[in-house]
């Protein structure tokens, strides 16, 4: 009887063992795998030893390390997928076999660092995405066997720009996005990237920035289109020659930074800028020339800032179709502000201006003419439910600056009165 209960103990634990295994599937060459019901070391046999295979996905399989020969006889391979996993570290020799990989994807994984030659074997690499995972040290050397590598995604990890080497990218000039957000970058070398000769992508979110760095703006980088700043602590703008360079920039984000003052000409080089975003700042006053002679610059966000006064003579020869200054303290616009910038080179198809503390008299003037030149805007905040406006019992849009603190002020008392009633409902 005790024989038989070790047999059964045994059929048991194969099952289990079994069970735990992820479960993979062929469509048409691609291999895809699902999670089972517990951690997996990778070994040899799972998705290794098939000539045919050309994808691999391993995404959220509960995968703990990857044992050598995971990936032998795979000499089709160009697509492999091990995100979402529990792997802490990746031995050197693991990925030496899939020579014709181009796209790895390692994101969300618990890794720290990458020992040197981890990539020494699979040069044909273009993309490597590494975000969400806890890398705090890259090794001098480690990307330089991948001369054609196009897309490199570092967010969300855990090391310093100051502590990259500044040459770390040197052999890999062919780069055209690179994600740093959500790092350290302040501090990072001046000549972090200046090997690049095609960059069109620079993601900087929420990198502690207090300054537009250097190293995002040298004259190697004319390739550019897209430079993302935005959740940083960059207060102010006031060097003309900061984007200098970037002479083919079409986007240029600077969202929920802490801008107060921005000089009138450090947009002047953009010729080719087609959307500036500068909202959640700390703008007061738009210089007159600030968006002046940009000949393709069509959207122009300004949400969420401290406007009360929006010049139409900033907007003045340009292409512009959208224009946000909400949630400003705004109480009048220039009358016939769309037609002024129509008749002035702009073609505005969309304005969204509420909330704002509006003049009753001026905001009603506006909805008027958005209407009827079939610009699009939130009239479902019209409702008639909540304060969009106050007034005096002089109901005329008196457009002078002297009067904007007055009708902040009755505003601020409308809203506070509102939320009051809201609550005690």
């Known amino acids: 009887m005790p024989e038989y209960g070790a047999v059964l103990v045994a059929v048991l634990s194969t099952i289990a063992i079994v069970e735990a295994k992820p479960k993979c599937k062929t469509f048409a060459d691609n291999v895809v795998c699902t999670a089972g019901t517990s951690d997996y070391e990778l070994v040899r046999g799972l998705v290794s030893d098939n000539n045919k ?29 091990l995100s979402m996993n529990k792997i802490q570290r ?13 796209y790895l994807n390692l994101s969300y994984n618990q890794i720290t660092e990458f020992p040197l030659g981890l990539f020494d074997q699979i040069t044909n690499l273009d993309l490597i995405d590494l975000k969400g995972n806890k890398i705090n040290k890259l090794e001098l050397g480690i990307f330089d066997p991948l001369p054609k590598l196009k897309f490199v995604d570092l967010s969300s990890n855990a090391f310093a720009g100051k502590d990259l080497n500044p040459y770390i990218f040197d052999q890999s000039p062919h780069i055209t996005f690179i994600d740093f957000s959500r790092n350290n970058m302040e501090d990072a070398p001046d000549n972090l990237l200046n090997a690049f000769q095609s960059l069109e992508i620079l993601n900087l979110d929420r990198c502690f920035l207090s300054n537009v760095p250097s190293f995002a703006t040298k004259t190697n ?18 060097n003309a020659n900061t984007f200098v360079n970037l002479e083919n920039l079409q986007l240029l984000d600077l969202t929920a930074n802490m801008i107060e003052t921005i000089n009138p000409n450090i947009l002047a080089p953009l010729r080719h800028l087609q959307k500036v ?12 020339n600030l968006f002046k002679n940009l000949p393709k610059l069509i959207t122009i966000d300004l949400y969420g800032n401290q406007l009360q006064n929006v010049p139409v003579n900033a907007f003045r020869e340009i292409p ?74 002089e109901f005329t849009c008196k ?15 409308a809203k506070r009165k509102y939320f009051k009633q809201q609550k005690n409902k």
């Not at 295979?53 to 997928?81: A, K, Q």
């Not at 990746?90 to 181009?102: F, H, R």
């Not at 002078?400 to 008392?413: K, P, R, T, W």
């Open 221 to 238: 980088l004319r390739t550019m289109k897209h430079l993302i700043l935005s959740t940083n602590q960059i207060a102010r703008l006031d």
């Open 53 to 81: 295979t050309t994808g691999i996905t391993l995404r959220d399989c509960r995968i703990t390390s990857v044992e050598y020969e995971s990936f032998n006889d795979l000499n089709s391979l160009t697509y492999l997928d």
């Open 320 to 393: 512009l179709k959208n224009l946000n200054i909400a949630n400003n303290k705004v109480t009048y616009l220039q009358d016939n502000f769309c037609l002024e910038l129509r008749n002035s080179g702009g073609k505005i198809k969309k304005l969204l201006f509420d909330p704002n503390p509006w003049q009753c008299a001026c905001l009603n003037d506006l909805l008027k003419e958005v209407k009827r030149l079939g610009i699009e805007y939130k009239s479902g905040k019209y409702d008639g439910k909540r304060p969009v406006c106050v007034s005096t019992s």
């Open 277 to 288: 975003d500068l909202k959640n700042n700390k703008i007061a006053v738009i210089p007159d």
């Open 90 to 102: 990746l031995k050197l020799g693991v990925l030496d076999e899939p020579k014709k990989l181009t």
């Open 399 to 413: 457009r002078q600056d002297s009067v904007n603190s007055l009708y902040n002020d009755m505003f601020n008392e």
